[in-house]
């Protein structure tokens, strides 16, 4: 399977190709890629950009010695996704932590107990609208 049956790239660099789809593609595209071979996720990360938020699945070839960058936004206000976990169980702690960092409803997972914070952090403190306090509490 190539990068380019995956999607439009948007971007390539040094050793990496990014793809963005449409969130409601997201699972049909991940089972699509397992099936053509590709079987591991090595992270999951978000982005808070002011508009939405954009979430990145990646997912290395070893033997291209590619990255593929899969990325899909979400809405800020209410954000919410899929699990991946059925079709990439290691997804499991990288959907915990972009829970716990976005405040990002992650449907069907199947624990999203707190993974990094203390129980006194603030919620989602990588979104943009989050201000941190000395003493931890959200201003």
């Known amino acids: 399977m190539k990068p ?3 999607g439009d790239i948007y971007k390539k660099q040094k050793g990496s190709v990014f793809i963005e789809i449409p969130e409601a593609e997201l699972m049909g595209t991940l089972k699509k890629i397992k099936e053509n071979g590709i ?5 999951i990360s978000g982005y808070d950009n002011g508009k939405e938020i ?16 899969i990325k899909v936004r979400i809405a800020r206000n209410k954000p919410r996704i899929k699990t991946v976990t059925r ?12 829970s716990e960092m976005f ?9 999203l107990r707190k993974l990094l ?3 006194n952090s603030p919620d989602a403190p990588l979104k943009k609208e989050v201000e941190i306090r000395k003493n931890g509490k959200r201003s």
């Open 4 to 6: 380019s049956d995956i």
């Open 39 to 43: 079987t591991r996720i090595c992270d």
């Open 54 to 69: 954009e979430v990145m699945y990646r997912f290395p070839i070893e033997k291209d010695k590619i990255l593929i960058n």
């Open 87 to 98: 079709i990439f169980p290691g997804a499991f702690l990288y959907e915990r932590e972009l």
């Open 103 to 111: 405040g990002i409803d992650i449907a069907n997972h199947p624990d």
């Open 117 to 119: 914070l203390h129980r």
